[in-house]
């Protein structure tokens, strides 16, 4: 079992391109999350998603995000006209069912914004 | 609304000697309590968790946390500190019935040799 599957690890890119952050879930696992991790304030909530649906996107800003997980494939993050506030880590997590279960996270893609 | 907070930034102790890092929550309703520890460019890493039950729970790596709902704590423990424990761990607390975890701040635990 891989595990939640990030990739890149690591993405540099100019203010005003997108950013594509793809996370593949555990084998069996249909719930995916996404959280944001900035130094000093700690791990933040950005969106939930099952397949094909989008739970709960209250953590997400309104404008340049955008999150999907669709039937075949891996979630996707998609970030717009970067700007370099979005430096951070980009963490994925799943469960396979509510999150009581306890989530496995991916290592994250750590994007950089030049 | 939900709410954990982690009230020290850092803990240091030696090796050999018990270590406790520290977390409170606030939450409506019965809480659910996890606790995940993060490795230098890794990602959380879950350790343990409390849903009902025993008070005291027992996860990975010889850890374990009390649940004192009176003191709405949950206090991260362990007998006897190594080198390799040294990492940032992470409190969450999600209400009952919901499916989303609040998590704190982190607390970067240093354990000297």
């Known amino acids: 079992n891989a595990g939640v599957m990030q990739n890149p690890r690591h993405l540099v890119r100019r203010r005003g391109q997108e950013a594509r952050l793809r996370c593949s879930p555990m084998k069996g696992h249909s719930h995916v999350y996404w959280y944001r991790q900035l130094p000093e304030e700690g791990l933040k909530f950005m969106v939930y998603l099952q397949k094909e649906n989008i739970i709960d996107e209250s953590g997400m800003p309104k404008e340049r995000f955008s999150a999907e997980f669709p039937k075949e494939g891996p979630s996707i993050l998609r970030i717009q006209q970067v700007v370099r506030g979005d430096s951070a880590a980009y963490f994925c997590?799943?469960?396979?069912?509510?999150?009581?279960?306890?989530?496995?996270f991916g290592s994250g893609t750590r994007l950089t914004v030049v | 609304a939900q709410s954990v907070a982690q009230p020290e930034d850092q803990v240091n102790v030696a090796e050999g000697n018990p270590l406790t890092v520290k977390c409170t929550y606030s939450v409506s309703g019965n809480p659910y309590l996890f606790w995940y520890v993060q490795y230098p460019n890794r990602g959380l890493q879950f350790l343990l968790k409390?849903?009902?039950?025993?008070?005291l729970v027992k996860g990975s790596y010889g850890f374990e946390a009390e649940f004192n709902k009176s003191q709405t704590s949950f206090h991260l423990k362990k007998p006897s500190a190594l080198v390799s424990d040294s990492a940032l761990y992470f409190c969450a607390v999600m209400k009952g019935g919901s499916y989303i975890p609040t998590f704190g701040r982190g607390t970067s635990l240093i354990v000297h040799p």
């Open positions: 409390y849903i009902t039950g025993d008070n």
């Open positions: 997590a799943s469960s396979p069912g509510q999150a009581e279960y306890g989530y496995t």
